[in-house]
């Protein structure tokens, strides 16, 4: 009888002790998810010849800093940071101009209903990281422009694709169709401009 009592007592504190277990088990699952919520990231790493590049961008706040570090085999060549405007949404390597040297770009999206476009860009030369600006990137926009652009790269060019809206036409519902804009790098000053063909 006493042998049964010990093996019961015994049995409970095991199943008490193991839920126990289950539950902080279940509250570090939650606590570790919700880190991750919080530290989301947008993360690539991109490859030019024997350049690579790493883009890292946390996905919290209106403004977020984004970090580059550019390499030369194992050579960090630089590391910086810099302050985009709304979430990043993407980032490529190309050589837009030909010249052999790579150039990173990197997209983002303005927070709210426009989803605006922006671009972001360096070429790394030998000797110095240049700056690439776009030219008249809002200026040059139609009649009907919203935002919610698409951005990427395709041979030489800078492609940039949204819709037009129609007078009456609902945020979420465009009728004018699409348009797509090219941009050709050129040199301008010490840095380089996204000109619009």
Known sequence: MVGRICCLLVGMIWLVGAAQGKRQGVLSTMAYQQAASVESLFNKALRFNVYTFTVTAADTGRVREVQ??????????????????????????????????????????????????????????????????????????????????????????LCRKFPIYQPGDANAEPSGGYQMMRYKLQPAGAGFSLIAE
């Open 68 to 157: 580059v570090k550019a390499y030369r085999g194992e050579l960090l060549l630089t590391n910086f940071q810099v302050r985009v405007d709304g979430a990043v949404t993407g980032a490529e390597v190309a050589d837009l101009d030909n010249n052999r040297f790579p150039e990173l770009y990197v997209y983002s999206t303005s927070d709210g209903s426009g989803s605006f476009g922006r671009v972001y860009g360096w070429q790394f030369l030998p000797e110095r990281k240049a700056d690439i600006t776009p030219a008249n990137w809002r200026n040059t926009m139609p009649q009907g422009y919203m935002g919610h652009d698409s951005l990427w790269v395709e041979q030489d060019i």
